[in-house]
């Protein structure tokens, strides 16, 4: 069973649930017309399934490897990427201006989606450089803009970041790499990183490395920490790839998953560098090459819960196992209960995080067009939930999908595996999921809550409209988003953090669980009746979503009972 890209179901998000229709209303997004995106989703999608699905399991079984300090890519890899390249993929989101097709973060989302589910290991790759494309238009200079831009976008190069050190995982300000100026507008750099997405390949004719350290003047902590343009190669007088930079790949992780994708640990030795945006001001810039990664590993896990998702489903199709205990039933395993219940649920919980997923990209797209300070916040206040649930759905759906097929799953020939092992590093790199959830209910509620409660005003508003056709799943739908209100307005009520923190994954999941809910009910919606939308949606309202009440009582309990649990109680 191979990958089929979902670009109906994409469609169909699109068109009905998140509102692209809002975002091509703008000056700045017009050309995104349905036309225009439906023909890149059908082509995305075909390069995904007919190009990209095939390496996934060559990725798997064939890991990147360092030889003579030289990285070498699983067998095919550099035709996948060279497609991808011509494809002009890379360069989806960015400006025209150096190449870039300026579509909305929408459409990329989307395609980032398909790239995802038919090869993450390799589809890791541009999605580094699509960030780093991102950090590069809002904060370096013109002359870094020039030489780097057109080069990233066309796939020629490719992009990297570089937080990560032994003793600075997700506290990056204890960073310890170190820049000094070296009085000709270059700098050099010194320090070693760990777990870097990509540092090298043997297909793209120069690595890029955003680098993050600290100036001798740096203060310590976040606060004191500046970014870096590292090239592999120094680029010539023509901007074409020149001497070698003082920096190696010292060796590669071997890793539970993403076996295709290279992960280093990298030395910098006095490499020269160029400052990208101010001195010390380094975080402000990787922002935001993070939070256009964090929604692209949000659709990272979308993605293979799909591909799970697809490949249980063939299988539960095909095995027969037991007497079908329903009259006309197929005879094969779909039949009995419990599989239609990971089937099911599978499907259902796809559904929810893609649509979240979208619906924070036209969030993006809609304060990028607007600069109106409303969707700044709602684009900011989803980013962690889309990222945290997203990847949450692909590890659950991943898992069940293992399950579906009974003692199969648990042989690697089937594939089913793969995904649960790809996918698990969805939920810890670009923050893990804990960070996330601290993120949402700290700095993304430093507006004493108004961003979320202007949206659960909106989902209680659009629910209404479907109170006559759907009252019970309404009923539903609306109480659970009061519930996630009234819990939100204790959250905020909570001046320790600890309290906040406490509850944090739980809420996060909540949310997830309340705009799921909210996504199914439009659905039914449109499709207007008794349907496959609309069973679906019973299904995630009436068996998911009450979920969210065990959740929140969870948040209530703050942190001190958690606390009263002592190291040495936990060593009982
Ligand atoms: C395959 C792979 C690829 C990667 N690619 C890159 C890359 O390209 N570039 C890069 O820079 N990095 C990369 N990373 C690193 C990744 O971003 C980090 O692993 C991640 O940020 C977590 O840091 P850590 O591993 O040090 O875990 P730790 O920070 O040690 O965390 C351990 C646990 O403690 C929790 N925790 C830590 N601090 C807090 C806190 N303040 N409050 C609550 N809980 C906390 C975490 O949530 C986690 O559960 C990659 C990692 C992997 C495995």
Redo the contacts with the bound molecule.
Sequence with gaps: MTYTAPTREIQFILDHIVGLDQVRETERFADATADVVEAILQEAGKLSTEVLAPLNRVGDLEPATLENGVVRCSTGFDKGYEAIAEGGWVGMAADAEFGGMALPMTVATAVNDMLSGSCLSLSLNPL?SMGQIEALEHHASDHLKSVYLPKLISGEWNG?????EPQA???VGALASKAVDNGDGTYAITGQ?I???WADNDFTANTCHLVLARLPDGAKGTKGISLFMVPKYIPDEDGNPGKANSLRVVSLEH?MG?HGSP?AVMEYDGATGWIVGEEHAGMKAMFTMMNNARLGVGVQGVGIAEAAYQHALAYANERKQGRSPIENGTGTIIDHADVRRMLATMKAQTFAARSIALYCAVSIDMATATGSADWQARAALLTPIAKAFGTDVGIDVANLGVQVHGGMGFIEETGAAQFGRDVR?TA?????N??QA?DLVARKMMDGGEAAFRLLEDVQKYSEKARSQFPELTESVWSAAESLRETTEWLVAQDDLADRFAGAVPYLRAFALVLGGFAHLNAASVEGGDGARTRLAQFFVKRLLPEHTALLQHVREGASDLYAITPEDLAL
């Design positions: 580094m990297t970041m570089n937080l990560t995982g997700s506290d990183k777990f870097i997405s890793k993403l992960t590093v810890i790199y670009e923050g893990t804990g960070i601290m």
